[in-house]
């Protein structure tokens, strides 16, 4: 059965949340229908909606920027003549003065299922704003692309807070966005007027190619669902000195440094047997990014079996290897991360500097992991009266 988005659900079955109310759209090129429309255009052009104002997040409304983190600053829209707010920019939140003369306040952005994708913060800071000012905040439900069952990694350590993790979450945490502002709203005690419009036809079991939507990059360094599925765990290379495969055309499946022996590195890979995984020996030379424009040995990672991969086992392994195989060269890089936060990148990305203690102390994946199974049964637990499907 083919899958409904939230913003299909809504303009269908839901119009009357809408309907004669001078509203603002949180956006991305994702955010579109079955049919390839964009949210903005849909709305702009329906007769019965009043379409005010977009706000664009990390990466822009309609993809402006391309690298990691480079900011953006607001413009109008050519195609609608709306003024279009960067909440990735001077302003993470938005501000009263944006959300002037709005009544409702809709997001409708596709995430990844990665505590550290941006996105869900700028939910979170938008329901927040939404609540200082008493308007609704709605939000149009998507999948997540890389199922809504399985969970993984350490949960946040508030100490380590930050734009690329404002709550205790899991790194894998298995929850649709409606889900987690769900989430956000009760557990972490925002306080919106909050609605989610459900999707229909969504089993948590699937993966994005299983629900007959189709894909649109949601950044421009998640380009396939196979990048997002191994996103969880290579991200954590941004921590560090090595490429996390940024600047080439396989973007988080391809990951190396200028001293690592490809070779070497496959065979100290394949005495981990990690699950549902084949890592195959490559050269690479990335076009921007760290490294660019040297030639870098390392890997790609090609997923045999999602069902029982471990995205982030898997990055914790390919961590320890290249620390291990440094020759003198790996390091961690320094703070600051997302320009304010002042620990150490990797440490943020965990959400926890024991991981980092513990790659440096020798300790095996399987020995780290164990460490926070506890506080995973606690977030399952929690997570359980929020989810929707």
Not at 250 to 270: K, N, Q
Request: contains cysteine.
């Amino acid at each position: 059965m083919k899958v409904k988005s939230g913003l299909e659900i809504l303009l269908e079955k839901k119009l009357d949340l809408i309907s004669g109310r001078r509203i603002g759209v949180i956006a991305h090129p994702a955010s579109i229908d079955s049919n390839y429309s964009h949210i903005v255009d849909l709305l702009h052009h329906h007769p019965s909606v009043q379409l005010a104002a977009v706000f664009g997040p990390q990466h822009g409304a309609r993809g402006e920027t391309q690298d990691n983190m480079i900011e953006w600053q607001g413009f109008r829209d050519e195609r609608t003549g709306l003024p279009v707010y960067s909440l990735y920019g001077e302003h993470r939140k938005p501000t009263p003065e944006m959300l002037s003369g709005l009544d409702l306040l809709l997001f409708d952005l596709q995430d990844v299922g990665a505590r550290y994708y941006t996105f869900i913060y700028t939910m979170a800071l938008s329901m927040e704003a939404c609540r200082e000012v008493g308007i609704d905040f709605v939000v149009l439900d998507r999948p997540n692309p890389i199922n809504g069952v399985d969970i993984e990694g350490p949960v946040l350590d508030p100490s380590y807070r930050s734009f690329v993790g404002l709550y205790p979450l899991p790194v894998r945490h298995g929850m649709t966005v409606g889900e987690l502002a769900l989430y956000f709203n009760q557990e972490m005690g925002i306080g919106c007027r909050l609605q989610v419009v459900q999707m229909q036809g969504w089993d948590r079991h699937h993966y994005f190619d299983q629900t007959g939507l189709p894909w649109i990059l949601p950044s421009p360094n998640i380009p396939t669902l196979d990048s997002a599925l191994v996103y969880p765990g290579l991200c954590l290379l941004e921590g560090t000195n090595v490429s996390e495969g940024r600047g080439t055309t396989r973007p988080f499946e391809f990951s190396g440094a200028p001293w690592i022996d490809p070779y070497r590195l496959v065979e100290e890979l394949s005495l981990l047997d990690l699950p549902g995984v084949h890592f195959r020996p490559v050269h690479f030379i990335p076009t921007f990014h760290k490294w660019a424009g040297k030639l870098i040995g390392g890997v790609q990672i090609h997923v045999v079996d999602r069902n029982s991969y471990r995205p982030f086992r898997t990055g914790l392994a390919l961590v320890s290897l290249y620390r291990k195989l440094r020759d003198g060269q790996f390091r961690w890089n320094d703070a600051p991360y997302e320009y304010e936060y002042q620990l150490l990148p990797f440490d943020i990305l965990c959400g926890t500097n024991r991981i980092r203690e513990q790659i440096e102390a020798g300790l095996p994946p399987d020995e780290i992991e164990n460490a926070w199974r506890s506080d995973l049964d606690s977030f399952l637990q929690t997570r359980r009266q929020c989810l929707l499907y």
